[in-house]
């Protein structure tokens, strides 16, 4: 009796790599990214002088970390990075546009700013995410910087009903008041939180997962329609098998 040979079909997954943008086209690959992710999906209003590609005053400033999937030769996610050499000559972080960060002052020289965070959908996965928070652990240990900030945004679609619920979820997690900031434009937490159960997004929930503070109540930003919440992770609480796994990771 013969036995039909069962056909395989093989899976091919992308080869994922991570590291710094060098070249003007890869930036500016990333940026289109940018506001295909954040305009065109996501509905944000970006002022920009090249029609398909997010810029600000902070970009000529800032690193540009991406994940390329090199069979394609596309970059699939990004993150920008503000250095603290360059947040001095910028004259300040992105994020003091929605937050007074006063409290944070003794903290500047080694403090890094991450932004900008976004993955093509068809790459949403554990994977690709990885890889970026492998990129952001090597810049964060090759500088010998020991804090990195960032808006953590969650969605106002419904008003802000979920942002306002789950920031009055977060309280273990809130930072030690000497380094609370101030939303410039607060969210109107009491009135907008009504109990419903609502689900941290990924991003907010790794960084939680790795030690970062919540260092403010939400400020609404009225150009993305994001309730932002300002993300602190003093790399000193970052637990070392937790870095050990994401400094090993530099392909997919």
């Known amino acids: 009796m013969l036995h039909q040979a069962k056909q395989i079909t ?93 409290r944070l002052h003794l903290l500047r020289d080694s403090m890094v700013e991450i932004g900008r965070s976004c993955i093509d959908p068809d790459y949403r996965t554990g994977a690709t995410i990885a890889l970026l928070w492998s990129g952001l652990a090597r810049y964060m240990a090759q500088g010998n910087y020991r804090t990195l900030i960032g808006c953590a945004s969650i969605g106002m679609a419904d008003g802000g009903h979920v942002a306002a619920n789950l920031f009055s979820r977060l309280g273990n997690h809130m930072a030690p008041p000497e380094y609370r900031v101030f939303p410039r434009c607060p969210l109107p937490v009491e009135r907008l939180c009504n109990g419903q159960p609502a689900e941290l997004p990924p991003l907010i929930k790794g960084y939680l997962r790795a030690g970062a503070y919540v260092c403010s109540e939400p400020a609404w930003d009225p150009d993305f329609n994001t309730a932002d919440l300002l993300i602190m992770l003093p790399m000193a609480r970052v637990d070392e098998r937790y870095a050990r796994h994401f400094m090993e990771r530099k392909a997919a």
């Open 10 to 102: 093989r899976i091919r997954r992308p080869r994922l790599q991570v590291g710094l943008a060098h070249s003007d086209s890869d930036i500016l690959e990333a940026k289109r990214l940018r506001f295909r992710i954040f305009a065109e999906e996501l509905g944000a209003k970006l002022p920009t002088r090249t029609p398909g590609v997010d810029h600000d005053l902070y970009d000529p400033f800032c690193d540009h970390l991406i994940v390329r999937d090199e069979e394609n030769n596309r970059i699939v996610g990004t993150y920008r990075i503000l250095p603290p050499e360059a947040a001095k000559r910028v004259g300040g972080y992105y994020s003091e546009n929605e937050f007074d960060l006063t």
